[in-house]
């Protein structure tokens, strides 16, 4: 199975947003992420492309559907969207409006009824499971609600071996924005034994750290939500290491 | 550029993943319409059968809205290509054995069935990724992109080689199977040209540009 390159937008109130250990700060709209940052250009260098709405406020998921129809126009890659499913009909709604994939957070802790649901629905290949990961010397522990709920590790591992979840989606919260490199132990949070494919996410900050983290054989793709470090020609050049490392990336003019 | 073509219809049978195909048409400078009308669809010169899920529910939806006879109406009569994606390219075929199997429109040979036992013994499925199709020569569809190129697949049934006198492009995911299919106006595709970058813009824009013969 070839590995993936995957770029994630944070999408806050109304706004994509930078997140520096859930600190967010924003940055602008689909339009500003187009004008200023050329983003349909960018995304010819990555495999898939991940929406996250973290304004954990349902009054703006209208405005983020809309949002994620707006990006996905442009771009001619897989996309996962999430942030707030709570219901069949919010994962449907994603779905009509754009995305290929759905990725679930809390709903993994408090409604595994609905992730269960859902997989037998869509595909398994269509659910991501997604959680926040923060270490405490060499002891992980799941987190959920921006760093601010510890949740039960076994709950993730449980919905992978039932075959409920098609991938996993780990973010480091120590990591995260830093841009200091990514911490691959937090895949242990997990017994995932090679089931599913693994998204690590949170703390790259240059190409070799996205290089350093996908060498890894239990790592199937890295993703960065890091706007300022990666948009330019920051994607391009990653590629190109990845690819020039050995590694097998699809490959495309 | 638009006004000179005529327009793609999409065709909506509730199943499919109309908003990226619409994306990538008019990406390309092609006018498109999304419809379920059976007389749209027979009197249209483009159509597009895209699709995610289960074929038989896939094949009930097509029949209750006489969809069936729409498609035949238009690809039979010489006038129009068709162009099936994913399980749109499955529906073309003669059936599935897929939740208990279903015949399909039968505009070409070919039954579509899940991957090999062994297959998904050594390897998960769906079948899911970029993975390498081999395009066939002469090929309308793959004209101007390498021999071998990488396309974005998500499935668990798939057409084995061997049945078809359509000119074949081949994958491999544990056996080899039909990445896509051309014969005269009829054109298919396993994978996801909608998802595969430049590379499938370039397919989709060969099969919006292919003269009817």
Redesign the interface.
Known sequence: ??K?LIFTLLYEKGSFVLSRNFRTQKIGDVRWLGSHYNFEKVA?FI?ELILINISADSSFDEHFRETL?EV???V???VAAGGGVRTIDDATSLF???A?KILVNRAIFQDPVLVSTLSRRF???AVVGSVDVRRTGSDFQVYTDKGTQVQPADRLGELVSQGHL?ELYLNSIDRDGTGQGMDPGIAEIVDNSFQ?PLILAGGAGKPEHLLNAITLPYVNAVATANLLNFVGDGLRKTRESIVNAGVEL???? | MSSSFSPVTIVDYGMG?I??VE??I??LGYESRVSGDSMVISQSEILVLPGVGSFPAAMRAIKAKEIDTGIRDAVTSGKSKIMGICLGMQLLTESSSEDGGSPGLSILGGAVERFSPHVAATL?V?H????SVIAPEGSVLFDGLAPE??F?F?HSFRMATGQSNALLATATYGEKFVAGFESGNVFGTQF?P????????RLLANFLRSELT
């Open positions: 199975m070839k993936r010819r495999d129809s996905v126009s442009g001619f890659v897989p009509k409006f754009g290929d595909g398994q290949q098609g599913v699809a490959q495309w003019d | 993943n908003r990226s994306a990538a008019k990406h998960p769906p899911i990724g970029f993975n190129t990488d974005y998500v996801h909608e998802k595969s970058q430049s590379s499938g813009l």
